[in-house]
């Protein structure tokens, strides 16, 4: 990264952290989905930056990956998981939290272990770490609260116009002796009272473009021609392509997916549907100091030293 790569990831970090602030205001038990995640990725916009993924709102036993529809009738509820993301020049910030919409004390020692997980995370992170201090660390924090880590959702490195590009940042001391080098990256713990582990679940509506090639149908060509242009290869879903070119483009993703133009992603479930709570942020690593670019409050904004 550049220095002007490294600004536009930071100003996309400060973004973010202004979105998630916001978040906390208008997200209440019994608004709908659809309205809370339409209102987020709204400001992103109107903050200046661009948006870099649907918004997620998974709520429960569902752990990621949920977006609402265009026409979406669910309402929030349980324990709500946020991930946003926003970019600047596909710069991206990459940053979650989850909320208690119910008060119960389950629920809060599930969000207040996962923000503890993702402190110590960052408190962990520096140029040269082992990959498995780091989920070592984020483990311990977890289960020393009796839950579980989930082992097979991890961090990530994150590079200009891709979200996960390649290096993860485990939540478990999963024996990796590679060390962390300068870049671009995401610490994203999940604590659950479950096995640990989540599956595939229905699709998401959330898509990405894989291919390029030509499809027969005009709908299908109108609607990737649009893609090409406005997501590239980041994630894009059916409500926004819906709020385009209205219903006909849910016909259009339907065909772009038997031609191979798009993958969709399944919402990724835990596998006892025991609850779940998230929190993620993006972590700048330099030489000789990180940068936390997400970061809604400075407690841990101070370089960290060799």
């Known amino acids: 990264m550049n220095q002007k790569d490294k600004e536009d990831a930071i100003k996309a970090g400060k973004i973010s952290a202004e979105v998630k602030k916001y978040a906390r205001t208008i997200i209440k038990k019994g608004v709908l989905l659809v309205e809370i995640a339409n209102k987020i990725e709204d400001k992103i916009i109107e903050l200046g930056g661009e948006i870099a993924f649907p918004c ?65 995370g960052m408190r962990t992170i520096i140029n040269g770490v082992k990959l498995r201090n780091i989920g070592k660390e984020i483990q311990n924090t977890i289960e020393k609260n009796k839950l579980n880590p989930i082992i097979n959702l991890t961090g990530h490195s ?60 005009p709908i299908a060509r109108e609607v990737l021609e649009y893609i090409i242009e406005k997501y590239s290869t980041l994630p894009f879903c059916s409500r926004w392509l819906v ?18 133009n798009i993958h969709s992603y399944a919402q990724l479930v835990e596998t006892s549907k025991n609850k779940v709570a998230q929190f993620e942020n993006t972590v700048l690593v330099e030489k000789d100091k990180i940068t936390i670019t997400s970061l809604e409050q400075s407690d841990f904004s101070k370089p960290f030293e060799n």
């Not at 020049?89 to 119960?104: I, R």
């Open 243 to 260: 709020k385009q070119f209205g219903t006909k483009a849910l016909f259009g993703l339907k065909q772009l997916q038997t031609n191979g």
């Open 56 to 120: 997620n709102l998974s709520m429960d036993h569902i752990a990621a990956h949920y977006t609402p529809t265009y026409n979406d009738t669910t309402l929030a509820s349980g324990l709500l998981k946020i991930d946003i993301g926003v970019h600047i020049n596909g710069w991206t910030a990459d940053t979650a939290f989850s909320l208690d919409l119910e008060g119960t004390e389950e629920n809060k020692k599930l969000v207040e272990t996962a923000e503890e997980a993702v402190k110590t």
């Open 158 to 217: 994150i590079e200009q116009y891709d979200l996960h590009a390649g290096i993860i940042i485990p939540n478990v001391d999963d024996g990796q002796e590679e060390k962390l080098k300068p870049g671009l990256y995401a610490i994203e713990p999940f604590a659950t009272s479950g096995s640990g582990r989540v599956y595939d679940g229905s699709e998401s509506g959330i898509y990405q473009l894989i291919n390029e090639k030509n499809v027969r149908s």
